[in-house]
């Protein structure tokens, strides 16, 4: 059994449809895969169908844009109601002020390089949730810059003068809200995080408590030293350990099915819901 648990799609910051990525996923050789879109599931259905068409086992999954302080930490979550008032306001609050955060963005971006609101629309396509690689890919569109990544480090990264941030909800409140909308929370590369700032153990245990269920280990951002400490730190916190792609399609160097979850690590996952 081949398991990838956290993918994108173009409704969120990936750059294929969520059909197309269940398409792809079949050739990568994939049994299960998740859908996990930045602060959206809108490609559900789409992503249900295709599975179905292509025999992959689709799993409905979402990426919530959380803080911990001011730091930004990603939360996965997994089968939660998409009708759950709470978390649909909560996901909401974030994808409006992540347009604001953009258009700010692109307003800073304006005195110094030729990209505007309109290039950051035109480029994010059909998305319904915006972010910084859709202004990456106006400014690589109007030849600034040669590709996401290169926009990334030169700026749009944090501490760029053109860094902006934006409304996400404290972590351990979102792992609560998502729980109590029947998902199963598991914090996306927790040591990931930029400028080595990994996410307090203390963190993870009050999170542990509020109701989360596991923590991505195996990801390409990790170091072998990371994935062994986070290991044992899912181990000892009762944690179930998930592995996955983070892929977005053409938007990163990410591969299907490049790291994985275990079937003993998806049993314990689909047990908590
Ligand atoms: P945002 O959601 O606006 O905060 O932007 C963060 C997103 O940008 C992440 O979800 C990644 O998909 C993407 N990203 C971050 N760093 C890079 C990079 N160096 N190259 C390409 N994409 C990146
Ligand atoms: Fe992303
Ligand atoms: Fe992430
Ligand atoms: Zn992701």
């Keep these: 059994m081949r398991i990838d648990l956290h993918t994108h799609s173009a409704v969120s910051d990936g750059t294929e449809s969520p059909a197309e990525v269940m398409a792809q996923a079949a050739r990568a050789g994939l049994d299960v895969v998740a859908l996990c879109d930045h602060d959206s599931v809108a490609g559900w259905e789409e992503a249900r169908e295709a599975g179905k068409a292509h025999g992959v086992e689709w799993v409905p999954g979402i990426e919530v844009s959380a803080r911990h302080h001011g730091t930004s930490v990603h939360l996965l979550s997994y089968w939660h109601d998409p009708r759950d008032a709470e978390a649909e306001a909560m996901i909401a609050k974030t994808r409006d002020a992540r347009v604001h955060r953009a258009q700010a963005i692109v307003d800073l971006l304006g005195q110094r390089y030729p990209v505007t609101w309109a290039d950051v629309v035109e480029q994010s396509g059909g998305a319904v949730t915006v972010g910084r690689p859709h202004i990456a890919d106006a400014l690589v569109a109007r030849g600034v810059v040669a590709d996401r ?73 990790h170091t072998a030293e990371q994935r062994a400490r986070l290991r044992d730190l899912a181990a000892s916190s009762g944690l179930v350990a998930t592995g996955s792609s983070d892929y977005h399609g053409a938007g990163k160097p990410n591969e299907l099915g490049e790291n994985l979850t275990s079937p003993e690590a998806y049993a314990a996952l689909q047990a908590a819901r």
Excluded: C, K, Q
């Design 149 to 221: 990544s290169a926009a990334f480090t030169e700026i749009l990264r944090p501490g760029s003068a053109f860094y902006v941030p934006h409304y996400a909800p404290e972590v351990v409140d979102a792992v609560r809200t998502m729980r109590a909308a029947g998902g199963v929370p598991v914090v996306a590369h927790p040591y990931a995080g930029r400028a080595g700032a990994e996410l307090p153990t203390r963190v993870v245990e009050r999170a542990a408590a509020a109701g989360l269920v596991g923590l991505e280990v195996d990801h390409r951002d």
